[in-house]
C-alpha cells in the first residue's frame, strides 16, 4: 500500500512512517497543505494520511482542492481536533474517515486496510485507449491482438493500469513486483523493455510513458 502521510509535526509523521513500513506500506511525505496538494496531484497513492491544522493550506482547503479536481484517493483526517462540528465538515470536505490524535498505530493501519479494501473492489476489465485488460482471465488485448506477456510483465501492466494516468514511481513498481530486496533495478529495466516490446512497439502511439528519475504511467497520448 502506498501512503501519503500529510503532516507538519516531523517527528509525528516519521513514527507514523515507521510502523506503517513495517506493516508493509511505502511512505511518502508532506510537510505542508501545499506540498500535500502537489503530492497527491502528481503522484498515485492508495491512501492519504491527512493533518487538519498546516500552514499554508490547511487540511479541509486540501481535501476540498484534490476532491475538486477530481481524485477519488481515499482520505483519512488525523487531528486532535475532534468535535462533532470539526468531523462534520471534515465530512463535508471529502474525507472518507476521521481518527483523533493520539490514536494507536495498531488502529490507524487497520483503519487504511479498511479504506483502501472499500475503494479497490475487483474489477474485471481495465481499459486504457486502445489496450483492454482482463484481469480475471489474465487477458491483454491491443487493436484485437492478444498481448503475450510473461507473468511478471503481467504484474507491471496491472500496476500501472490499476494507476492510470498516474505516475507510479520506479521504488514502487520494485516492491510491488520483488518485495524489499536490492539489485532489482536491471531487472526492471529488462522487464520494461519486453513490456514496451509487446504493448507499445508494434502499434503506432505508445502508452507507457516514463518521467526520468522519477517512474513510468500508462496513458494516451
Not at 19 to 24: A, H, T, V
Not at 101 to 128: G, T
Request: include cysteine; proline fraction near 4%.
Amino acid at each position: 500500500m502506498n501512503i501519503l502521510i500529510v503532516e507538519d509535526d516531523v517527528d509525528l509523521a516519521a513514527a507514523m512512517a515507521d510502523y506503517l513500513e513495517r506493516q508493509g506500506a511505502c511512505c511518502d511525505f508532506a510537510y505542508h497543505g501545499q506540498a500535500g496538494l502537489r503530492q497527491a496531484s502528481q503522484y498515485s497513492y492508495d491512501v492519504i494520511v491527512l493533518d487538519l491544522l498546516m500552514p499554508r493550506i490547511n487540511g479541509y482547503q486540501l481535501c476540498q482542492q484534490l476532491r475538486q479536481q477530481g481524485l477519488s484517493t481515499p482520505i483519512l483526517m488525523l487531528t486532535a481536533c475532534n468535535g462533532d462540528t470539526d468531523q462534520l465538515s471534515g465530512f463535508t470536505a471529502g474525507v472518507d474517515d476521521y481518527v483523533s490524535k493520539p490514536c494507536p498505530m495498531p488502529l490507524l493501519w487497520a483503519r487504511l486496510q479498511a479504506l483502501h479494501r472499500r475503494s479497490n473492489p475487483v474489477h474485471d476489465k481495465l481499459q486504457i485507449a486502445d489496450l483492454q485488460i482482463y484481469l480475471k482471465q489474465h487477458r491483454a488485448i491491443r487493436q484485437g491482438q492478444v498481448l503475450q506477456l510473461s507473468p511478471t510483465a503481467w504484474r507491471i501492466l496491472c500496476l500501472l493500469a490499476k494507476h492510470s494516468p498516474k505516475i507510479v514511481k520506479r521504488t514502487e513498481i520494485e516492491d510491488a513486483i520483488w518485495g524489499r530486496q536490492e539489485g532489482n533495478t536491471g531487472n526492471l529495466n529488462v522487464q520494461l523493455h519486453t513490456l514496451r516490446n509487446t504493448v507499445d512497439k508494434p502499434f503506432d502511439k505508445k502508452l507507457i510513458h516514463t518521467q526520468v528519475g522519477v517512474g513510468l504511467c500508462l496513458r494516451s497520448e
